[in-house]
C-alpha cells in the first residue's frame, strides 16, 4: 500500500484510478455473479444495477448492458418468488382451507390460477405481433409469439405465424408446431405423425429429439418419451442443456422410481460441474432435493 503514490506518479495516474476495473471486466463480474448467486446481496445488486444503468446512459444502444439489466432484474424476481413461494406454503399448512396462501403459492409459482383474464398471454402475445410486424424476417419473435398462441388454445391464429417461420427457416420446429395444433384441433393421430416427422426432417439437432419426447411425454408415451431425451443429451456437446434430464427426473418421480430420480439429478451436477464450473445457486436446490429423495426411497424400502 506504501507504493501506491509511487505507482501512480509513475503511471501518471491518480490513486483511484489504479483500481478502476475495465468495462468489459465489470460486465463479466455482474454476469458470473448472476450466474452463481441464488441470492445477489442488496448491496451488490444496487452496485451492478448502477454499473449497467451508467451503461445504457453512456451508450443507449448497448445491447448488453440492456440484456443484463434485464436478467438482473428477472434474477432478484425469481428469488423473491422463492420466498414468497416457501412463505405461502408456511400459511397453507396452518391454514389449509384459507383462499390467501393459496393464490399467493400460485403466483409465485406460475401456476394455473383459474381466472382465465390472468392466466392467459394476452399482453405477451400482442407485444410479439407488434415486434414480427415490424421484423418479419426474425426467427426467434415467431418462436416467442407462437408458444404464446398454442398455450392459449388460439390454434387459428397461430398456423399463419407457423407458416412465415416455416418460410425463415424450414426445419423440425415449423412441423412440430403444426403437430401441436393438429393436437389441440382433437386429432392425436395426426399429431404424432407430424412430430415424427419433425424428427425425420432434422435427425441431427438434438431439439428436435427434445421437442417430441416434451409432447409425447403429456400423452403417457413414457418410455418413447424417455428414449428420445436420453437420445437428446447424449447428441449435445459441452457447455449441455439439462432440460431434458429436469423432465427425465420428473417422470421418474411421478413413477415413484426414486433411484432413476436421483440417478438424473447426479447427472445434472455432473454437467454444472463439468459445463458450466458448478453453478451454486442451482446446485444447492438440486442436491436438497437429491437428499428428499433419498428419503423417500428408505421410506419405500
Same mark, same amino acid.
Given at each position: 500500500?506504501? /507504493?501506491?503514490?509511487?505507482?501512480?506518479?509513475? $503511471?501518471?495516474?491518480?490513486?483511484?484510478?489504479? $483500481?478502476?476495473?475495465?468495462?468489459?471486466?465489470?460486465?463479466?463480474?455482474?454476469?458470473?455473479?448472476?450466474?452463481?448467486?441464488?441470492?445477489?446481496?442488496?448491496?451488490? $445488486?444496487?452496485?451492478?444495477?448502477?454499473?449497467?444503468?451508467?451503461?445504457?446512459?453512456?451508450?443507449?444502444?448497448?445491447?448488453?448492458?440492456?440484456?443484463?439489466?434485464?436478467?438482473?432484474?428477472?434474477?432478484?424476481?425469481?428469488?423473491?418468488?422463492?420466498?414468497? !413461494?416457501?412463505?405461502?406454503?408456511?400459511?397453507?399448512? /396452518?391454514?389449509?382451507?384459507?383462499?390467501?396462501?393459496?393464490?399467493?403459492? +400460485?403466483?409465485?409459482?406460475?401456476?394455473?390460477?383459474?381466472?382465465?383474464?390472468?392466466?392467459?398471454?394476452?399482453?405477451?402475445?400482442?407485444?410479439?405481433?407488434? $415486434?414480427?410486424?415490424?421484423?418479419?424476417?426474425?426467427?426467434?419473435?415467431?418462436?416467442?409469439?407462437?408458444?404464446?398462441? /398454442?398455450?392459449?388454445?388460439?390454434?387459428?391464429?397461430?398456423?399463419?405465424?407457423?407458416?412465415?417461420?416455416?418460410?425463415?427457416?424450414?426445419?423440425?420446429?415449423?412441423?412440430?408446431?403444426?403437430?401441436?395444433?393438429?393436437?389441440?384441433?382433437?386429432?392425436?393421430?395426426?399429431?404424432?405423425?407430424?412430430?415424427?416427422?419433425?424428427?425425420?426432417?432434422?435427425?441431427?439437432?438434438?431439439?428436435?429429439?427434445?421437442?417430441?419426447?416434451?409432447?409425447?411425454?403429456?400423452?403417457?408415451?413414457?418410455?418413447?418419451?424417455?428414449?428420445?431425451?436420453?437420445?437428446?443429451?447424449?447428441?449435445?456437446?459441452?457447455?449441455?442443456?439439462?432440460?431434458?434430464?429436469?423432465? +427425465?427426473?420428473?417422470?421418474?418421480?411421478?413413477?415413484?422410481?426414486?433411484?432413476?430420480?436421483?440417478?438424473?439429478?447426479?447427472?445434472? /451436477?455432473?454437467?454444472?460441474?463439468?459445463?458450466?464450473?458448478?453453478?451454486?445457486?442451482?446446485?444447492?436446490?438440486?442436491?436438497?432435493?437429491? !437428499?428428499?429423495?433419498?428419503?423417500?426411497?428408505?421410506?419405500?424400502?
Amino acid at each position: 500500500m506504501t /507504493l501506491l503514490p509511487a505507482i501512480a506518479v509513475y $503511471f501518471g495516474v491518480t490513486i483511484d484510478e489504479l $483500481f478502476q476495473v475495465p468495462t468489459e471486466t465489470r460486465f463479466e463480474q455482474v454476469e458470473n455473479m448472476m450466474d452463481r448467486e441464488g441470492h445477489i446481496a442488496p448491496e451488490a $445488486f444496487s452496485q451492478a444495477a448502477a454499473f449497467l444503468t451508467q451503461a445504457t446512459v453512456d451508450d443507449p444502444k448497448n445491447v448488453r448492458a440492456w440484456t443484463d439489466l434485464a436478467y438482473l432484474y428477472n434474477h432478484r424476481a425469481q428469488y423473491d418468488h422463492y420466498l414468497a !413461494a416457501e412463505y405461502a406454503k408456511r400459511a397453507l399448512e /396452518l391454514a389449509p382451507e384459507e383462499k390467501p396462501g393459496w393464490v399467493a403459492y +400460485l403466483e409465485a409459482m406460475g401456476g394455473v390460477c383459474g381466472d382465465e383474464w390472468y392466466d392467459n398471454h394476452f399482453e405477451v402475445i400482442e407485444y410479439f405481433k407488434r $415486434f414480427v410486424e415490424k421484423n418479419p424476417d426474425n426467427y426467434r419473435g415467431y418462436y416467442a409469439l407462437i408458444e404464446n398462441l /398454442l398455450a392459449d388454445g388460439r390454434y387459428d391464429e397461430a398456423v399463419p405465424y407457423i407458416h412465415a417461420m416455416q418460410a425463415i427457416k424450414d426445419d423440425y420446429q415449423a412441423i412440430t408446431y403444426l403437430g401441436d395444433v393438429a393436437l389441440g384441433r382433437g386429432n392425436r393421430d395426426k399429431a404424432l405423425r407430424l412430430w415424427n416427422a419433425a424428427v425425420e426432417k432434422s435427425p441431427d439437432a438434438w431439439q428436435a429429439w427434445c421437442g417430441r419426447a416434451d409432447r409425447i411425454k403429456k400423452l403417457g408415451m413414457w418410455d418413447q418419451a424417455e428414449a428420445d431425451y436420453e437420445k437428446c443429451f447424449s447428441m449435445q456437446s459441452p457447455p449441455r442443456l439439462t432440460d431434458g434430464l429436469y423432465s +427425465l427426473a420428473q417422470m421418474h418421480m411421478q413413477k415413484k422410481d426414486w433411484a432413476a430420480a436421483i440417478r438424473d439429478y447426479e447427472r445434472i /451436477l455432473d454437467v454444472n460441474e463439468h459445463d458450466y464450473g458448478d453453478c451454486v445457486a442451482e446446485t444447492d436446490r438440486i442436491k436438497e432435493e437429491i !437428499a428428499r429423495l433419498r428419503k423417500l426411497a428408505e421410506k419405500d424400502a
